[in-house]
């Protein structure tokens, strides 16, 4: 009976220390699962990414937030002509004063428009009529104003000077019909005579 007895206390504590095992170990357990769902975000949130760190092509354009790449974001130079694609930066993309002339014209003294020395004006839109007034009508854009400069020419003599006229504003197109186009009006020592000239247009 005292055997018996004695037996049965030793399966008793065995099972006991046994019991003790499998809880620490599930312990354990619970405390590492713990630790790796708090750990995770915590050091995903403190990832400090470098270029170096991402492969080529790895960042595309879908990949990118709208407005999320902005100046202060851009290194000096880094974005040079061989990284620009053709078209991409369009006129109305640029600031006013970085935009220059809207069309450039070149005119030879009988109202010819040299069109491999012109730009965004066609040879329709440009006549000569009355003594030296050059007219531009029908033209394919809306400008503000219009700058012009005579062209030099060895045998010149005297004074030449270019005269604009834009119309509205007292100081118009007058000679030039249809009128409210531009006219620019050429004269040599003050006599109204027809001359080569440059016409830059700016909006």
């Given at each position: 009976?005292?055997?018996?007895?004695?037996?049965?206390?030793a399966?008793?504590?065995?099972q006991?220390?046994?019991?003790?095992?499998?809880?620490?170990v599930?312990?354990?357990?619970?405390a590492?699962?713990?630790i790796g769902?708090?750990?995770?975000?915590?050091?995903a949130?403190?990832?400090?990414?470098?270029?170096?760190?991402?492969?080529?092509?790895?960042?595309?354009?879908?990949k990118?937030?709208?407005?999320?790449?902005?100046?202060?974001?851009?290194?000096?130079?880094?974005?040079?002509?061989?990284?620009?694609a053709?078209g991409?930066?369009?006129?109305?993309?640029?600031?006013?004063?970085?935009?220059?002339?809207?069309?450039?014209?070149t005119?030879?003294?009988?109202g010819?428009?040299v069109?491999?020395?012109?730009?965004?004006?066609?040879?329709s839109a440009?006549?000569?009529?009355?003594?030296?007034?050059?007219c531009?009508?029908n033209?394919?854009?809306?400008?503000r104003?219009?700058?012009?400069?005579?062209?030099?020419h060895?045998?010149?003599?005297?004074?030449?000077?270019?005269k604009?006229?834009?119309?509205?504003?007292?100081?118009?197109?007058?000679?030039?019909?249809?009128?409210?186009g531009?006219?620019?009006a050429t004269?040599?020592?003050?006599?109204?005579?027809?001359?080569?000239?440059?016409?830059?247009?700016?909006?």
């Amino acid at each position: 009976m005292h055997d018996e007895l004695t037996e049965r206390v030793a399966q008793l504590e065995q099972q006991v220390r046994r019991g003790r095992r499998v809880s620490k170990v599930l312990i354990g357990l619970l405390a590492a699962a713990l630790i790796g769902f708090t750990v995770g975000p915590v050091a995903a949130s403190h990832l400090n990414v470098t270029s170096s760190d991402l492969a080529k092509g790895a960042v595309t354009t879908p990949k990118i937030k709208k407005n999320a790449v902005t100046t202060a974001k851009i290194k000096n130079g880094a974005v040079k002509n061989a990284k620009i694609a053709n078209g991409t930066i369009t006129r109305n993309k640029l600031a006013p004063n970085a935009r220059g002339a809207v069309a450039v014209a070149t005119v030879l003294a009988d109202g010819t428009l040299v069109a491999s020395r012109s730009r965004g004006v066609p040879s329709s839109a440009v006549s000569l009529q009355e003594t030296s007034a050059f007219c531009f009508t029908n033209l394919p854009f809306t400008f503000r104003t219009a700058v012009a400069t005579p062209l030099y020419h060895p045998t010149d003599e005297g004074n030449v000077m270019t005269k604009v006229g834009l119309p509205g504003i007292g100081y118009g197109a007058g000679d030039c019909v249809p009128a409210g186009g531009l006219e620019i009006a050429t004269e040599i020592n003050g006599v109204w005579t027809p001359h080569a000239f440059t016409v830059a247009f700016f909006d």
